[in-house]
């Protein structure tokens, strides 16, 4: 089928069939077409080869499948915890909750760190995106939003501006002022729109680019200042939940999860998805990368996370346990990549040896589901999020002398 790039829907005349209707914007060889879904169903069916029909292609695309996971399994010649064996056993971990945030009015959906390791900012379902110093619990600005259920928020690189966006199907940019009594909900920018809800947003490296994730099963990658749509990534069947940039400042792909229970990763100039895994049995709400780069992982309504290796284009890893039935929402990595703290529908955060793929700690305190959890950019602490309305900052390891 030719190339083609959905931007959003607007109502008007079909350029095919001339009916009033809502409508897509197609590109084909660059050049913009505005058709309704029917015709695009119908431009479809007519690029099928003489012979072929969906089934048909569908049983050639489960075909392809099964011979792709037969290849992978050839390589699959020893599992990480057996690599890991002659690795030390972590010793006790020290996970104390210092700071508690309050001022949400409803469930908190969302949280990032800024790079300066200090402030943060959180979205809810309340309409609100709060800015928060971490250290003193102040809160440095809070901006109301037209709609409820904020889903979610990113601070800038450069820490002057933060992204966020929800239900209204649109990512607004924020810029961000030293005068705390200034009215930012009048200086946002709408940068960005899809057609159904947007479930994810992140800065790429920049202010300047941002990419954001929707329930439209799309991921998009937008430029901030004038709002232009600069590349479209289609491959998952269902909602895109989440999604995250690679850790690197050169790097070009990025990863993404949705309800087709399918983690993808993708290179940004080609918009191509450049390998796919579907492990998981249920919907994959969260992907993070390891800090190295080379590895991510994936948090699932199935109960377990599972670690891939891009290198070996499979998974290395899956990190569950028997007691553990509720579905999992959120997880990072530690600074080094050796823990994996993981948030639960049970209330609690577990943190994961990420080479032995055991358990080494419980972290217990909130009073509902975790919906985020994000360490900080030094490794010093980890804030978590969640829909008993407030965000709690807990400290890592050996950071006495800066959270106390």
Known sequence: ??????????????????????????????????YCSFCVEMMACRELQRGETLASL???????????????????????????EKVDTLGALSLKTKRVLKGHGNKVLCMDWCKDKRRLVSSSQDGKVILWDAFTLNKEHAV??????????????????VACGGLDNKCCVIPLSLDKNENLAAKKKSVAMHTNYVSGCSFVNTDMQILTSSGDGTCALWDVESGQLLQSFHGH????LSLDFIPSETGNIFISGGCDKKANVWDMRSGQNIQSFENHVSDVNCVKFHPSGDAFASASDDAT?????????REVAVYQKDSIIFGA??????????????????????????????????LFGHENRISRVRVSPDGT??????????????????????WG
């Open 329 to 362: 929402s959120s997880l990072d990595f530690s600074l080094s990549g050796r823990l994996l703290f993981t948030g639960y529908n049970d209330y609690t955060i577990n943190v994961w040896d990420v080479l032995k793929g055991s358990r080494v700690s419980v």
């Open 144 to 161: 109301s939003l037209p709609c409820t259920w904020v889903l979610a928020c990113a601070y800038a690189p450069s820490g002057c501006a």
């Open 58 to 84: 569908k049983r050639e695309s489960d075909t392809l499948k099964k011979k792709l996971e037969e290849e992978r399994g050839k390589l699959n010649d020893v599992e990480l915890h057996q690599v890991a």
């Open 1 to 34: 089928m030719c190339d083609q790039t959905f931007v959003a829907a607007t109502f008007g005349p079909c350029d095919s069939c001339a009916n009033p209707s809502p409508l897509m914007n197609i590109y084909i060889k660059n050049e913009p077409i505005n």
């Open 237 to 240: 069947t269902a909602d895109v």
């Open 305 to 313: 996370c599972r670690f891939y290796d891009l290198r070996a284009d």
């Open 381 to 402: 602490a980890l804030c978590s999020a969640s829909w008993d309305s407030t965000l709690r900052v807990s400290r890592c390891f050996p950071a006495q002398m800066i």
